[in-house]
C-alpha cells in the first residue's frame, strides 16, 4: 500500500472517528453512559488508526535520512485516539473529553521534517601544548613552599697535599607559592539539560576547555599578582637571553638567535628541551626555513606532528608574547601542583535558579606553577635592538 492509499484510509477511518464519538457524546447525555458496542467500535477505530500511522511512518521514514530521529507530524485522528484523555474516555472512566489537536495541516509547521544534520558545530579549539612539557604532582595544600637554591660559589681547586683545601658556598631561598584558581560559569535552562543531553554535554567539554585554554595563558604569562598564576614571563621565573642584535650577523637572525641560546643554555647544564614561540613568529621562522637556501639545511621534518627546530621541539602557544622567544629545560624550570582537575558543578539552587528552572553550570581548577630553577629557561626578544 503506497503512501496515497494509507492517507485514504486514515481519512476514512477519521469520518468514522467524529461519527462515533458525536454517538458516545449523545448515548452519555441520553443514559448517562456509553454503550459497550460503541465502546467497542471506538477501540476497533483506534486500533485501525495506529496500525495505518504505523504503516505511513515506515513509508516516509524510507524517503527521509538524518532526520536526526524526528518523526512526521501526527493527524488529527491519530493525535485523538493517542491521547490520555482518550484512553480514560473509552474505558468509561470519562464521561466528556477535550484534547487539544495540533493544527498539522497549516500554520508556520509543515507536515515534512527539516533535514536535521547528527552533531554539534562547535566553535574555534587551540590546541593545548604547554602543559604536555611541564611536569606536574598532586598537592593537598592551598600554598606550595619550597627551598631554592640562590647561588653556588663553586671554588673546587687541586690542592696540594698538607694544604688547606678551597671552600666554597650554597645559599638558598625560601619560597611561598599560593594556589590559584581559574573558574567560570554559565547558565541553561532545565529543559535544555533534560532534552538535549548531546548538547548539555558539549556545554560541559567547552566549559572544560575554556578553563585549561585560560590555564594555558597564565601558565606563560601569569604576572603573579593575587589571583594570578606566577607564569613563565614574570619577572624572576627566568634568565634573559641577553644576545644583542649584532651578534647575529646578516641573514636569518632569528634562527642564529635560537641557536645561540640552545647553546647558552647548554654551557649553563641544562639540557634544551624545548623552544616556545607564538604560531605567528614560528609561521616566519618556517617560511625562512624553507624559502632560503640556508634554510633549506636547518629545517627538521616534523616527528609524529611535532615541529622542531635543530632538533628541539618547537611549542606554540598562544598564550606567549609576540616577538618573544623562551628556550631550555623547561622540565627542570617549572612544576604544576595541581590542587583540584578542573571539576564541574551543575545547581538549581543559584540565586533563582530554582523559580526560573535554569541550571548553573561551574567548571574550576585550582593549581600553581613553581619555578624552581629560573636559571634552565632563557627568554628575551626574537628581534633584540
Given at each position: 500500500?503506497?503512501?496515497?492509499?494509507?492517507?485514504?484510509?486514515?481519512?476514512?477511518?477519521?469520518?468514522?472517528?467524529?461519527?462515533?464519538?458525536?454517538?458516545?457524546?449523545?448515548?452519555?447525555?441520553?443514559?448517562?453512559?456509553?454503550?459497550?458496542?460503541?465502546?467497542?467500535?471506538?477501540?476497533?477505530?483506534?486500533?485501525?488508526?495506529?496500525?495505518?500511522?504505523?504503516?505511513?511512518?515506515?513509508?516516509?521514514?524510507?524517503?527521509?535520512?538524518?532526520?536526526?530521529?524526528?518523526?512526521?507530524?501526527?493527524?488529527?485522528?491519530?493525535?485523538?485516539?493517542?491521547?490520555?484523555?482518550?484512553?480514560?474516555?473509552?474505558?468509561?472512566?470519562?464521561?466528556?473529553?477535550?484534547?487539544?489537536?495540533?493544527?498539522?495541516?497549516?500554520?508556520?509547521?509543515?507536515?515534512?521534517?527539516?533535514?536535521?544534520?547528527?552533531?554539534?558545530?562547535?566553535?574555534?579549539?587551540?590546541?593545548?601544548?604547554?602543559?604536555?612539557?611541564?611536569?606536574?604532582?598532586?598537592?593537598?595544600?592551598?600554598?606550595?613552599?619550597?627551598?631554592?637554591?640562590?647561588?653556588?660559589?663553586?671554588?673546587?681547586?687541586?690542592?696540594?697535599?698538607?694544604?688547606?683545601?678551597?671552600?666554597?658556598?650554597?645559599?638558598?631561598?625560601?619560597?611561598?607559592?599560593?594556589?590559584?584558581?581559574?573558574?567560570?560559569?554559565?547558565?541553561?535552562?532545565?529543559?535544555?539539560?533534560?532534552?538535549?543531553?548531546?548538547?548539555?554535554?558539549?556545554?560541559?567539554?567547552?566549559?572544560?576547555?575554556?578553563?585549561?585554554?585560560?590555564?594555558?595563558?597564565?601558565?606563560?604569562?601569569?604576572?603573579?599578582?593575587?589571583?594570578?598564576?606566577?607564569?613563565?614571563?614574570?619577572?624572576?621565573?627566568?634568565?634573559?637571553?641577553?644576545?644583542?642584535?649584532?651578534?647575529?650577523?646578516?641573514?636569518?637572525?632569528?634562527?642564529?638567535?635560537?641557536?645561540?641560546?640552545?647553546?647558552?643554555?647548554?654551557?649553563?647544564?641544562?639540557?634544551?628541551?624545548?623552544?616556545?614561540?607564538?604560531?605567528?613568529?614560528?609561521?616566519?621562522?618556517?617560511?625562512?626555513?624553507?624559502?632560503?637556501?640556508?634554510?633549506?639545511?636547518?629545517?627538521?621534518?616534523?616527528?609524529?606532528?611535532?615541529?622542531?627546530?635543530?632538533?628541539?621541539?618547537?611549542?606554540?602557544?598562544?598564550?606567549?608574547?609576540?616577538?618573544?622567544?623562551?628556550?631550555?629545560?623547561?622540565?627542570?624550570?617549572y612544576m604544576i601542583h595541581n590542587r583540584e582537575g578542573v571539576t564541574v558543578e551543575m545547581s538549581d539552587s543559584d540565586s533563582d535558579n530554582f523559580t526560573k528552572n535554569l541550571i548553573t553550570i561551574r567548571?574550576?581548577?585550582?593549581?600553581?606553577?613553581?619555578?624552581?630553577?629560573?636559571?634552565?629557561?632563557?627568554?628575551?626578544?626574537?628581534?633584540?635592538?
Amino acid at each position: 500500500m503506497d503512501q496515497a492509499a494509507v492517507m485514504k484510509s486514515l481519512d476514512s477511518l477519521e469520518a468514522k472517528l467524529r461519527a462515533m464519538s458525536t454517538k458516545a457524546d449523545e448515548e452519555q447525555k441520553a443514559y448517562g453512559k456509553v454503550s459497550e458496542d460503541t465502546k467497542t467500535a471506538l477501540e476497533n477505530i483506534g486500533n485501525q488508526q495506529r496500525e495505518f500511522a504505523d504503516r505511513l511512518t515506515q513509508i516516509e521514514q524510507k524517503g527521509v535520512q538524518f532526520n536526526d530521529g524526528k518523526k512526521a507530524d501526527e493527524s488529527w485522528g491519530e493525535q485523538f485516539v493517542k491521547s490520555a484523555q482518550y484512553s480514560e474516555f473509552a474505558g468509561g472512566r470519562l464521561a466528556k473529553m477535550r484534547v487539544e489537536l495540533k493544527n498539522t495541516l497549516t500554520g508556520s509547521d509543515t507536515n515534512v521534517a527539516p533535514a536535521r544534520m547528527p552533531g554539534i558545530v562547535g566553535g574555534a579549539v587551540q590546541p593545548l601544548t604547554l602543559e604536555s612539557f611541564l611536569p606536574s604532582v598532586p598537592t593537598t595544600s592551598n600554598a606550595i613552599e619550597f627551598t631554592k637554591e640562590n647561588a653556588f660559589t663553586n671554588n673546587a681547586a687541586e690542592a696540594a697535599e698538607g694544604a688547606s683545601k678551597a671552600e666554597s658556598a650554597i645559599t638558598f631561598t625560601l619560597v611561598n607559592m599560593p594556589v590559584s584558581t581559574v573558574a567560570h560559569w554559565i547558565k541553561i535552562s532545565r529543559q535544555l539539560a533534560s532534552d538535549n543531553v548531546a548538547l548539555a554535554a558539549y556545554v560541559n567539554a567547552r566549559m572544560v576547555y575554556g578553563v585549561n585554554r585560560k590555564v594555558e595563558t597564565q601558565l606563560v604569562s601569569g604576572d603573579g599578582t593575587t589571583p594570578n598564576i606566577s607564569g613563565i614571563l614574570d619577572a624572576g621565573n627566568f634568565t634573559a637571553h641577553g644576545i644583542a642584535d649584532a651578534a647575529l650577523g646578516t641573514t636569518l637572525k632569528k634562527l642564529v638567535l635560537i641557536r645561540k641560546m640552545i647553546a647558552a643554555s647548554k654551557v649553563a647544564g641544562y639540557p634544551v628541551d624545548a623552544i616556545l614561540l607564538n604560531p605567528s613568529d614560528w609561521a616566519d621562522i618556517e617560511i625562512d626555513l624553507f624559502t632560503t637556501a640556508a634554510g633549506h639545511t636547518l629545517y627538521s621534518v616534523t616527528d609524529a606532528g611535532q615541529a622542531r627546530l635543530f632538533g628541539v621541539p618547537v611549542i606554540e602557544s598562544v598564550g606567549m608574547t609576540v616577538d618573544q622567544v623562551a628556550v631550555g629545560a623547561f622540565g627542570q624550570a617549572y612544576m604544576i601542583h595541581n590542587r583540584e582537575g578542573v571539576t564541574v558543578e551543575m545547581s538549581d539552587s543559584d540565586s533563582d535558579n530554582f523559580t526560573k528552572n535554569l541550571i548553573t553550570i561551574r567548571a574550576e581548577r585550582r593549581l600553581a606553577l613553581a619555578t624552581e630553577r629560573p636559571s634552565a629557561v632563557r627568554i628575551g626578544d626574537l628581534t633584540p635592538a
